[in-house]
């Protein structure tokens, strides 16, 4: 890599004011009123309870960085030293040990006007104990486990033990309990969990038969409730039974040579072919697909049959033979032959092996109509090899709605499966929506009261985020709380297993119809605070320079609250690794922790309607971690780059002035806020540019390499960077009103980074050289490589509104001191100065003396 360097990072200091003043903290803990917004760190395990000695490290040093709050993250997961537990017990009994270092480090973070954020549930392991059934200890996932705790009396019981335990709890070190302390801010309940969630992931068909049974109970009693007698529930409910009719698709058996009107398809670097043969089940006809270069998503290799006319709510039936030279999956839908190429509410998931097996779904039921569907097998794209389909029928026909035996009045109404929700009319499903999320809305508001009205907590609480559960369940707390990570790591065959993982060399600058911003715009709740309280774009990322300059910028166009990168550190030991440690952690990341910078709030609204009964109907084309949001109002995300976006839910009203949802943006290739601040351009494609430019704050993102940009008042120029033309640089007022009338400023200056001795692999796993090609799989697998971090030195000649005699230019050390005088030269009666990778620096101070 040109021009390269490394910084020990633990101690590099940026002289920046506090996002938060001091004397702000003080008038909100008067209770004066003000509005008061968070940039933060997430806090996590071992990292949630250090020393004495690293908590007053780390809390002046998140000071200086502008933190100034801190979540607590997984807490609940471990026994001490790494968690909260006391370790002789099961996970019951708090340890005093943890209690006393967290204590501390709040503490701590309090004097340096820093705030404090707990997480109640994230990742308890809930141990069996005399509390619990066996059957608990059946689900192996913590997450699934916790899942439990919205129906079942014993789990929530429990919670509210916790919640008793850490808030009663008084901090020798600030006199109060938790449930009084004005330095705590925000009590989260539950971390990324909802009932619908777990339904949609399928979590819900797995429970063990007393929890089963136990959910079971509930539904039938929701369902006498409502409906009384059987019989009303059956008309209600519009079951439906039609003998088998005509065979649908053409060449079913695969008898034409040309195999018409099948289509094989192959995009981007996958190759494959598809060919009639003899070798199907006793000699029948068959297709074979042969793959004999994968690509890098699983869509790449389909084949299908399109044109279908079908319809919704009626029952069909689908069968086929399929085999594969070798143990894979794949993946048969049916959907949208057409754009935006939708699901029509089939999509199943099918293990294949190396002899010919039969598979067959009656009582299909899709959510839509469509006269150009397609049958389609799919995701065939990651893995060569050869797959066999034979003998493939659709044919309508098949029972929707209630089975033989069930009965309203003998309580024997089966609980929906996630797998089999096919076989259920609409009103069904709207049923068991109703019923989960009123089951759903009964555990938030009981943890609510509990902590609110019986511990009496003087901190705002919320429940968890937007896509785990929807916007008019979180709309009932003070706070609505969304996540998103663009390119999270993907872990193929085991979760978590850090040798087997992958992320995608992919620019969000690139692609902005993808962009994390659009779904964490699109679940924003009318007159409520917003917060986003994970983001990250997880390294080895090449293009993770972008991350917080992407979030700080349309967080502030959106006026959003809260905003917390995830993570600032996992770990208990090893504060000064001087090289980054895993996907997430910022404490040692240059580049992340080099971007806390702020912008400024949109002028025009767009708000959305989304009442209950919306959000019933349309979980019928959802899916998990999406749930309910604009988006399925028909909101176009891509709006959320030019204005704000708000949801008004259950008993809000649209107010005056605020603009249609219905508008589509004026461009696609062009996003401009109507501040007229901030200019997301890739009208140059693979090359987009992301331009901040306000009176305290200046930066340009992405592919800003060979060229130079005038901005208002001042001009960047950018030599060619290590990542293909990859950078940013970002100017930022410390002192002074702007940059005209500016005394101080701070340059960053990042482009690529990575450990010293680290291997780049693509996925699957081959050595590869730097930088990686945009779009491919890349992993350091579990050789993260030594320190230091090699960060690139970026290469930028600045012009500033001041004159040559007025500015003084330093590099600045690694320890945010003045280091290397930057030499300054007149250009036509202004000041030019020029960013170098011989200063070995990320950061750049300007002084302006006089004008």
């Known amino acids: 890599m040109k021009q390269v360097f490394h910084l020990n990072f633990l101690i590099l200091i940026l002289r920046v004011k506090m996002v938060l003043s001091m004397q702000r903290v003080v008038d909100i803990w008067l ?171 399928g979590k819900l068909d797995k429970l063990p038969p007393y929890y089963e049974k136990e959910l079971n109970t509930l539904w039938n009693n929701w369902l006498k409730k409502k409906y009384a007698t059987h019989g009303l529930l059956k008309r209600a409910w519009h079951s439906i039974t039609l003998e088998g009719g005509a065979e649908i698709l053409a060449d079913n058996d695969f008898s034409n040579p040309e195999l018409y009107p099948w289509i094989l398809e192959e995009h981007e670097q996958a190759q494959a072919q598809a060919a009639n043969t003899t070798d199907g089940p006793d000699n029948s006809a068959a297709v074979k697909i042969e793959i004999s270069k994968s690509s890098s998503e699983d869509w790449h290799v389909q084949f299908n049959q399109r044109g279908l006319k079908l319809k919704a709510d009626i029952p069909y039936t689908l069968s086929f033979y399929a085999k594969a030279s070798s143990e894979r999956e794949i993946a048969v839908m049916i959907g949208m032959a057409h754009e935006p190429w939708q699901s029509l509410g089939f999509n199943m998931v099918i293990k294949l092996k190396p002899f010919w097996q039969r598979y067959e779904v009656s009582s299909l039921r899709l959510n839509r109509s469509d006269s150009n569907a397609r049958l389609n097998f799919t995701n065939m794209g990651l893995t060569t090899g050869t797959v066999w389909i034979s003998a493939v029928t659709l044919t309508e026909g098949g029972s929707l709605g209630l089975k033989p035996h069930e009965n309203l009045e003998q309580g024997t109404i089966e609980s929906v499966r996630f797998k089999a929700s096919q076989r259920h009319t609409n009103e069904t499903l709207k049923d068991w929506y109703d019923f989960l999320l009123q089951t759903e809305e009964q555990y938030w508001q009981s943890m609510k009261h509990y902590i609110v009205d019986t511990l009496k907590t003087e901190s705002i609480v919320f429940g968890t985020v937007i896509g785990c559960s929807t916007p008019n369940l979180m709309a009932q707390f003070d706070v609505v709380d969304t996540h998103a990570y663009w390119q ?27 962009a994390t911003i659009l779904s964490l715009a699109a679940g924003r709740v009318l007159n409520k605070p917003h917060s986003v309280s994970e983001y990250n774009h997880p390294s080895p990322n090449p293009f993770e320079a972008e991350c917080f300059f992407f979030l700080s910028a349309y967080g502030a166009l ?167 033309d990859f950078g940013v640089v970002a100017l930022t007022v410390t002192q002074g009103t702007s940059f005209h009338k500016a ?26 050289s730097f930088p990686p090609a945009e779009g491919e799989k890349v992993t350091w697998s579990n050789n993260w490589g030594s320190a230091p971090t090699q960060v690139e030195g970026i290469i930028a000649t600045i012009t500033l509104p001041s004159t040559k005699a007025s500015v003084k230019v330093w590099a600045l050390d690694a320890k945010g001191k003045r280091n290397i005088s930057v030499i300054v030269e007149d250009s036509i009666g202004n000041a030019r100065f020029s960013l170098g990778s011989e200063y070995k620096t990320l950061w750049y101070e300007v002084e302006i003396v006089k004008r």
């Not at 069996?128 to 486990?145: F, T, V």
């Not at 999270?488 to 993808?514: E, T």
């Not at 960053?748 to 796993?765: F, H, I, V």
């Open 488 to 514: 999270h790591p993907v872990f193929p065959n085991r979760p978590w297993d850090n040798a087997d993982w992958y992320v995608k060399s992919i620019a969000m600058v690139n692609n902005p119809n993808q």
């Open 558 to 724: 959106q006026d959003w609250d809260v905003l917390i990168p995830f993570c600032y550190s996992h770990r208990l030991a090893d504060w000064d690794t001087r090289q980054i440690k895993n996907y997430f952690d910022i404490d040692q990341n240059p580049n992340k922790l080099a971007s806390f910078i702020p912008v400024a709030a949109a002028n025009k609204r767009i708000v959305v309607p989304l009442k209950d009964q919306d959000e019933i109907a349309k979980m019928l084309n959802t899916y998990a971690w999406r749930l309910v949001d604009g988006r399925s109002m028909g909101l176009d995300p891509l709006l959320a780059l030019t204005h704000r976006i708000e949801l008004a839910t259950q008993g809000s009203y649209i107010p005056a002035g605020a603009l249609s949802y219905k508008l589509s943006p004026q461009s696609k290739d062009s996003f401009v806020s109507d501040t007229k601040q901030i200019i997301w351009d890739v009208s140059n494609e693979h090359r987009g540019v992301l331009t901040v430019d306000t009176a305290h704050t200046k930066y340009i993102v992405g592919y800003i390499g060979g060229r130079e940009f005038e901005l208002s008042g001042l001009s960047i120029a950018v030599k060619h960077t290590a990542l293909n």
């Open 743 to 768: 005394r101080r400023i701070i340059i960053t200056a990042l482009g690529a980074q990575y450990n010293t001795n680290s291997k780049w692999y693509t996925y699957p796993k081959r050595s590869i």
């Open 31 to 201: 209770q004066k009123p003000a509005r008061i917004r968070f940039w933060g760190v997430n806090s996590c395990f071992g990292a949630n309870f250090p020393s004495h000695k690293n908590a007053e490290i780390i809390a002046k040093r998140l000071r200086k960085f502008g933190v100034n709050l801190v979540r607590f993250h997984h807490m609940d997961n471990r026994n001490a030293p790494d968690g909260i537990w006391q370790s002789s017990s099961l996970d019951r009994t708090l340890s005093t040990a943890q209690l006393e270092r967290l204590d501390y480090f709040i503490f701590k973070l309090k004097e340096q006007g820093i705030y404090s954020d707990i997480n109640l549930l994230v990742s308890r392991p809930f141990k069996s104990g005399n509390e619990l059934p066996a059957d608990s200890q059946k689900i192996s996932d913590w997450k699934d486990r916790a899942l439990v705790g919205f129906f079942d009396p014993a789990f929530l019981s429990l919670q509210k033990q916790y919640a008793y335990d850490l808030l009663i709890h008084i901090n020798p070190y600030t006199g109060n309990s938790y449930c009084k302390e004005p330095a705590l801010a925000f009590i989260e309940i539950n971390n990324e969990n909802g009932l619908v969630q777990g339904f949609l992931q």
